[in-house]
């Protein structure tokens, strides 16, 4: 019986250099630059991403498929080696990329490709801090097709392993652009037609009877502070999502799904 190989990308070509021998010990980013991606679906993705210059490739299982004519070769570890290079309880999957960070997007690139379309969304994220719901938020916005995602330089995690991770993999096709202000961003967004939709649990509106017929941005704050006064004010609109249960909000994340499910819906 033939054993069934596992498929982790489909790049046809690879810039980056080989590199071959055992995994070197250190945690988090890489003495010689760049950063450890772990877990099938963001190391995939990321293999697959013509925009990335990678490094090495560690792989804990050798009957694991890789891209073909990918020009860099994998190095066969063990879990424990691969687990030496990343933070602890990292969920590798048995897979860990060294990579160098993405381009960062500019709101002002994002506004003038959306200037001419009639229907566009965005996710604002207002000092939301988890990697975890970062990367979640990037997944939903990959899922409903979202043009990319927006978070503040000085209050959003930096782009990490575990915040690939928890994208599983969005990380890689949806922007995220980092601004040195969210208000001066929605007045941006708003010039380049843009209809600002803040979610706030007070706010009179439910999300179901707001009019999500053209281009719109979703912004969302921290979870328990929720939206700062100025963001708020720079809404076109507050929307609720109703709660009927005994727990009055979502998460970020989940928050995040919904709205996008809600936009995408009217479309």
Known sequence: MVKKRKHIGNRHAQ????????????????????????????????????????HRLLIAD??????????????????EQIAALLPDGAVHQGFALLADALKTAAIEDFCAACRDRDRAAIIVLDQVTDPQNVGAV????????????????????????ALAKAASGALETVPLIRVTNISRALEALKSAG??????????????????????????????????????????????????????????????????????????
């Open 194 to 267: 843009f209809w600002c939709a803040g979610l706030d649990a007070a706010a009179p509106m439910a999300l179901a009877d707001a009019d999500f017929s053209g281009k719109t941005a979703l912004v969302i704050g921290a979870e328990g502070r929720g939206l700062r006064r100025l963001t708020r004010e720079n809404c076109d609109l507050l929307v609720r999502i109703p709660a009927a249960g005994a727990i009055a909000s979502l998460n970020v994340s989940n928050a995040a799904a919904v709205a996008l499910y809600e936009f995408t819906r009217r479309q």
């Open 138 to 161: 990037l997944r939903s916005a990959a899922v409903f097709g979202a043009g990319a995602v927006v978070v503040s330089d000085r209050h959003a995690p930096p782009v990490t392993g």
């Open 62 to 79: 050798p009957e694991a498929e890789t891209p073909p004519g990918l020009a860099l070769r994998p190095e066969i570890v063990t879990r």
């Open 15 to 54: 810039t980056g250099r080989a590199q071959t021998g055992r995994a070197q010990t250190g945690r988090g980013a890489a003495a010689g630059g760049g950063d450890w991606l772990y877990g099938t679906h963001a190391v995939g993705a990321a293999l697959a991403n013509p925009a990335r210059t990678l």
